[in-house]
């Protein structure tokens, strides 16, 4: 049974610096694809980052590019998203995801395993 369980969101002040951890357990393929999501009321979940494990290719979303870092642990259980320069406009939930895409995938329709979420608020 896949696991995801999201943690380090928090309240920070614009320029300030937030560490999201994302645990997982249960997958039992060789390689996937990972990343973070994030939402706000009203809007559709939007991808910030994506991570394949095949390869180790990264994306990122153009309006986090410079700002946020995706990186696993060595053992691949834990993902991690860096978020610097952080800015009220990146205020949201924050979700990791899972799918069974070995390549980069942003469409949040391909993921098939979600975490609960963790919110991330951004102001003065």
């Known amino acids: 049974q896949v696991q995801i369980v999201e943690s380090g969101g928090g309240s920070v002040q614009p320029g300030g610096s937030l560490r999201l951890a994302c645990a997982t357990s249960g997958f039992i393929l060789p390689y996937y694809a990972i990343a973070w999501f994030r939402q706000v009321p009203g809007k559709e979940r939007e991808a910030v980052s994506c991570?394949?494990?095949?390869?180790?290719?990264?994306s990122y979303a153009g309006s986090v590019l410079g700002r946020f870092t995706i990186s696993r642990d060595n053992r691949g259980n834990t993902l991690y998203l860096q978020m610097d320069n952080l800015t009220p406009e990146d205020t949201a939930v924050y979700f990791c995801?899972?799918?069974?895409?070995?390549?980069?995938?942003?469409?949040?329709?391909?993921?098939?395993?979600w975490g609960q979420g963790t919110q991330v608020s951004v102001s003065p």
């Open positions: 991570l394949s494990t095949s390869d180790g290719s990264t």
């Open positions: 995801a899972a799918t069974s895409k070995a390549f980069i995938v942003t469409s949040s329709e391909m993921y098939d395993y």
